[in-house]
């Protein structure tokens, strides 16, 4: 009977020592300690818990990648605006002489042009074909030439637009203005008709959003026609009511050195750690024209060289001198998110190699000690398929002959 029995136990070896060598087989060729929650059931939930971690780690990551070239761009751009505006500076404090001559003036006035255009190319510095500066407008350059006079492209004398002419819900009007800087933005309710953005704009002019003389009338033409009275500062209108059309400059209104922002005021984050966020863009209107009009400045500057007085130049290159004060103390929380940014992506690099020693010591394997026990369970594995070889032939019959 002892012969007998021992048939069970002997096949439980056979089927422990498969497993471990099964086991050890496996641990050298996946260089894992742990290839199932079974192998070790507290390993596996610590293991998950880690890779839910290394995936926020690389959602992060991939987020200060897409975002810090682009505030980089930014704040490059606002470096060459501060290298700009100390020029403009400059040749205003000289253009204010009294010993200047009317040529001279106009020779440094030209010189103020170059250095506008160069303010507004800046202002509208692109990344990845998207304009930095334009809030969520990011489509079309947020700085626009600015004219007196727009219409719309609907209308004519035999259909007129009417002030009861309907305004598809949803749909966005903006007028840049100039002179203040500031942009009016009209997105029409339920039920709207022109009248009511007639109405928006002069609740604008009163809140001095708009400049005082800016109005939405009817042409002979039956246009609507939104205009300023301003002859040295103008408007930009753009909008998508299917009733408008196309806003377009009138010919012969646009007004020399004047530029008005059609972006938004819309500022974006972007999660960057568990507990962090940091702005992903900064609006022109902000760094631009919240405080001084940085190019309503230069352009006011311009004017005055060209007809104004010694006061006038010096008063006009001290907006300059304020608009150069604003700018730099903008600047300041841009170089911060970029700083952030950079501080964040080092951070990340280093926590994703903490995260990966954190895995490979819950369930890796050491390659010398799998390599060990794969030897031994091969030997222990040959030792009971002996042993069984001269115990399981004995039966009960054999015993007895």
């Known amino acids: 009977m002892r012969v007998t029995n021992s048939v069970p136990?002997?096949?439980?070896?056979?089927?422990?020592?498969?497993?471990?060598?099964?086991?050890?087989?496996?641990?050298?060729?996946?260089?894992?300690?742990?290839?199932?929650?079974?192998?070790?059931?507290?390993?596996?939930?610590?293991?998950?818990?880690?890779?839910?971690?290394?995936?926020?780690?690389?959602?992060?990551?991939?987020?200060?990648?897409?975002?810090?070239?682009?505030?980089?761009?930014?704040?490059?751009?606002?470096?060459?605006?501060?290298?700009?505006?100390?020029?403009?500076?400059?040749?205003?404090?000289?253009?204010?002489?009294?010993?200047?001559?009317?040529?001279?003036?106009?020779?440094?006035?030209?010189?103020?042009?170059?250095?506008?255009?160069?303010?507004?190319?800046?202002?509208?510095?692109?990344?990845?074909?998207?304009?930095?500066?334009?809030?969520?407008?990011?489509?079309?350059?947020?700085?626009?030439?600015?004219?007196?006079?727009?219409t719309s492209s609907t209308g004519s004398a035999g259909s007129p637009l009417t002030a009861g002419t309907p305004l598809a819900a949803g749909s966005i009007t903006t007028i840049g203005d100039a002179s203040t800087g500031q942009t009016m933005t009209f997105k029409a309710p339920a039920n709207a008709t022109i009248a009511t953005l007639q109405t928006a704009i002069t609740n604008a002019v009163s809140a001095g959003t708009l400049s005082a003389g800016t109005t939405a009338t009817f042409n002979a033409n039956g246009e609507l026609s939104i205009a300023t009275n301003s002859a040295t500062a103008g408007i930009v209108v753009t909008s998508n009511a299917a009733a408008l059309g196309s806003m377009t400059a009138t010919a012969g209104t646009a007004v020399a050195n004047a530029y008005a922002y059609v972006g938004n005021t819309t500022v974006n984050t972007v999660q960057v750690g568990d507990s962090l966020s940091v702005q992903t863009n900064m609006p022109g209107s902000q760094m631009f024209t919240s405080g001084t009009n940085v190019i309503g400045a230069l352009s006011s500057l311009i004017t005055a060289l060209q007809t104004g007085t010694s006061a006038q130049i010096s008063a006009a290159t001290n907006a300059v001198t304020a608009a150069s004060s604003s700018v730099g103390q903008q600047r300041v929380s841009l170089d911060d998110?970029?700083?952030?940014?950079?501080?964040?992506?080092?951070?990340?690099?280093?926590?994703?190699?903490?995260?990966?020693?954190?895995?490979?010591?819950?369930?890796?394997?050491?390659?010398?000690?799998?390599?060990?026990?794969?030897?031994?369970?091969?030997?222990?594995n040959s030792a009971v398929l002996a042993a069984a070889a001269k115990v399981l032939p004995q039966t009960l019959l054999q015993y007895l002959q």
């Open 9 to 150: 136990d002997m096949q439980y070896d056979i089927q422990q020592s498969k497993q471990n060598l099964a086991t050890a087989t496996e641990q050298v060729a996946t260089g894992l300690r742990v290839n199932r929650p079974s192998d070790d059931p507290t390993a596996s939930a610590n293991m998950v818990a880690s890779l839910a971690s290394m995936a926020n780690v690389d959602q992060y990551t991939t987020n200060v990648s897409a975002v810090l070239p682009q505030m980089q761009t930014a704040d490059a751009a606002i470096s060459s605006v501060v290298t700009s505006l100390n020029s403009a500076i400059k040749l205003g404090t000289s253009g204010a002489s009294g010993t200047n001559t009317a040529a001279d003036r106009q020779e440094t006035a030209e010189q103020l042009e170059t250095i506008l255009s160069s303010v507004v190319s800046q202002a509208n510095t692109s990344y990845s074909g998207m304009y930095v500066f334009g809030g969520s407008e990011t489509s079309t350059p947020p700085f626009q030439p600015a004219s007196t006079t727009y």
């Open 337 to 380: 998110t970029v700083s952030q940014l950079n501080s964040q992506d080092s951070y990340l690099s280093q926590e994703k190699v903490t995260l990966s020693t954190q895995q490979v010591s819950l369930v890796g394997a050491d390659l010398a000690t799998a390599a060990t026990n794969l030897s031994q369970a091969e030997l222990d």
